[in-house]
């Protein structure tokens, strides 16, 4: 079994480019880390690190090592540091990520009722991407993230997601369009805007934007993307200013928009499932208890938004 010495002596060579920096690094002597490094060898059978006059760089075998022994040496920490708050205050911190819109209209909820918990949340804010990619090197301990239909997210195989919530898309229009007097837009209404000019997300591999455009391209639709940004209030200003079309998910609509009528698209493959992911730990491939108690509160979150 892989002593975690050697995988902190094998990340300490990699930051520090020598045997010596990394036992410099550790506080430990230099043979120490030798040590560490040589069981390791024996355990895999290769060598983990080249060593040369320049200093020592981590072979493939050591870089695949490493990889994986990020992980367990976060999840150490993380089991450490939880375990000395709930000793000393009595309260475990989680690390949380959201995207943006989630952010304004759950985060508080969702604190206030952790809180009550003896649950603290440091509280991350980034595109779903990156919150992807934190959830899958288990560097946050949960996170609100969302998909839409066939465009599903990369999320590695002990990653739990549990649907919480599903957000239609709304189209936005000037007051004045000529579809603005509809209640609803079904897909021939929609399908009749493939000469406006659109407004999108910042990035180009938006899943929400894709799904938009792959349904005009199913018609022999090519859409003018004139605008983009991921500022929903800057984006309806433009609406209203009749520069562009656009839709945003139902989520991120308030009650007024001033010069902008948001309408229900009539059509059930226009929505984005909001999911909550969260690392699975032990042998029941489930998230830590604190964790399941912060899914509890997301949806009592989304409960209160009815």
């Avoid at 040496?73 to 475990?92: C, F, I, N, P, S």
């Avoid at 206030?112 to 959830?135: C, F, K, R």
């Avoid at 189209?171 to 000019?197: C, K, M, Q």
């Avoid at 929505?271 to 108690?293: C, E, F, M, N, Y």
Wanted: glycine share 6%; charged share 25%; hydrophobic share 50%.
């Amino acid at each position: 079994m892989i002593d975690l010495r050697q995988l902190q002596a094998l990340r300490a060579v990699h930051a520090e480019g020598s045997v010596t920096g990394a036992a410099r690094r550790l506080g430990w002597s230099q043979p120490t880390v030798d040590y560490h490094l040589k069981n390791l060898d024996g355990q895999v059978g290769a060598a983990v690190i080249n060593r040369s006059s320049r200093g020592s760089s981590l072979t493939p075998v050591g870089v695949l090592l490493l990889d994986r022994g990020e992980e367990i040496l976060t999840l150490t920490d993380r089991a450490l540091r939880d375990a000395r708050e709930l000793t000393q205050m009595g309260r475990v911190r989680l690390r949380f990520g959201t995207f943006p819109t989630a952010a304004a209209k759950l985060l508080p909820s969702i604190v206030a009722q952790v809180t009550e918990l003896g649950i603290e949340l440091d509280a991350v804010l980034e595109e779903v991407p990156q919150l992807v990619e934190h959830v899958n090197r288990r560097q946050l301990d949960a996170a609100i993230v969302y998909s839409v239909p066939d465009h599903e997210l990369a999320f590695r195989s002990d990653i739990v997601t549990t649907e919480v919530l599903r957000d239609p898309l709304m189209l936005a229009l000037p007051e004045g369009h000529p579809l603005a007097a509809r209640a609803a837009i079904d897909r021939a209404a929609l399908l009749t805007l493939s000469g406006e000019r659109w407004l999108f997300a910042a990035a180009w591999d938006d899943p929400m934007d894709a799904m938009v455009i792959d349904a005009f391209a199913q018609a022999g639709h090519t859409l003018d993307v004139a605008i983009r940004t991921d500022d929903f209030q800057v984006m309806l200003g433009m609406v209203a200013a009749r520069m562009a079309v656009s839709f945003l998910p139902r989520l991120a609509s308030t009650r007024e928009h001033p010069g902008v009528v948001l309408r229900p698209i009539d059509e059930p493959s226009f929505v984005r499932s909001l999911l909550i992911a969260a690392p699975a730990d032990g042998a029941g491939k489930q998230p830590s208890a604190a964790v399941r108690q912060l899914a509890e509160a997301i949806r009592g979150a989304v409960s209160a938004l009815d």
